[in-house]
């Protein structure tokens, strides 16, 4: 059970105690996630990220925050998404002090040096380049820019080279005092500690945090008209991203869209893998999820194949998502996929850093923060009548979209696959 307190600047604490383990995870969430950004500045939230390790005032640079956590044998890193950013240091129990002391002195007391930050360029430019070259991440970015168009939801995380190899130390002040205020941020922790301990160590590190929020994202409107795109690139296999508009994680279909994509593609005996890589042995890796925003969603599969036997597995897949709307799923699937999904989180959650993250996501960026029996239920009150009635609406042939890369002559050849 999680336990949630406010301070009185209004930053949110989050605890989930486990006594299952000996580790504490602490957990930094930020509604700073790339899609606040606008045009003129897509890649600082995550440029930012960076920049926060590159020192405060007691650890005053990148080794120094380095040599704190190495230290103790404890794990740290960063992420930005879309809709929030998070900052994480995991450590033994005894070691929790430290691990608030680093990360209050990165957000609260971080100098972003020009030096670090013109060197800071080429490292982020070269993990651009290298999602360039790994044809299944930029599937993925390609896909989200196809069905989202030129909008911050369709932007890729790590930005524009333009605003990369220009921002400045000012920039990254005035964005860090946009979004990282005490209302727009929770701080959890998970493992081997009480609520109260957690509450202490927060007022003690994290109280002075201060400001308000000055920024907001601008509401997703319409998807777009689009459906295909090639990205011709000279690789052995072909990769594609084949999906539609979902529903978004506050829609009340949320919990049977995350089913739907288990039944369809999220394990080794679901549709695609079984029909598709078993049984026409067309693919590697193929696998269908869902990506659900705040006001926006998506159902995708995503797989790589032999580039002379890419219509046939584009055919296949198609195939597969005009069964399910057509003729719906089972009631043995559908509970096959509840236990599937319900395993899946129980195993994950014995981990206090995922722990930390499945509660403090929920309590950033939703109206409601559920335990795990609540999320259950949610998840066991799907019908087969409701997923199917979802299947129908949502895999529609007219809302297909495609995103391909590799050695596909044109796009004409595509869209005449999707009409």
Known sequence: MYSVSTLPSGLRVLTVPLESTAAVTVLVFAKAGSRYEEETERGISHFL??????????????????????GVG???NAFTGKEYAGYYVKVAAAETELACDVLSDMLLNATFPPEEIEKERGVIMEEERMYQDTPMYRAGWDFEELLYGDAPLGWDTIGKEAVIRTVTQEDFRRHKEALYAPRNIVVAFAGKITHERA????????????????????????????????????TEQAHLVLGAPG??????????????????????????FL??????????????????????????????????????????????????????VTVEEIERAKAY???????????????????????????????????????????????????????????????????????????????
């Open 341 to 419: 999904f319900k395993g899946k989180i129980t195993l994950s959650l014995e981990d206090s850093e995922e722990c930390a993250h499945f509660y403090g996501k929920q309590q950033l960026l939703y109206p409601e923060t559920r335990d795990l029996m609540a999320y259950f239920a949610e998840i066991d009150k799907v019908s087969v009548d409701q997923l199917n009635a979802l299947a129908a609406r949502i895999l529609q042939p007219h809302e297909q979209r495609l995103v391909v890369i590799g050695k596909e002559p044109s796009e004409k050849a595509l869209r005449d696959l999707l009409s």
């Open 199 to 234: 509450t202490a160590f927060a007022e003690k590190f994290f109280g002075a945090l201060s400001g308000t929020q000055s920024r907001t994202f601008k509401p997703f409107t319409t998807y777009g008209d689009k459906r295909v795109f090639l990205r011709t690139k000279n």
């Open 275 to 328: 029909n598709i890589r078993e049984a026409k042995g067309l693919c590697y890796y193929i696998s269908t999820d869902a990506d659900s925003y705040l006001d926006a969603g998506a159902v995708s599969t995503r797989a790589g194949v032999d580039q002379s036997r890419l219509s046939e597995a584009i055919s296949a897949i198609l195939a597969e998502y005009d069964a399910c709307a057509k003729k719906g």
């Open 49 to 70: 990220e960076h920049m926060f390790f590159k020192g405060g005032k007691k650890y005053r640079n990148t080794r120094e925050v380095s040599a704190a956590i190495d």
């Open 74 to 76: 404890g794990e740290f």
């Open 247 to 272: 529903v978004s994680s506050l829609d009340e279909n949320y919990f049977a869209q995350k089913l739907l994509t288990v039944i369809l593609g999220g394990n080794m005996s679901s549709r695609m």
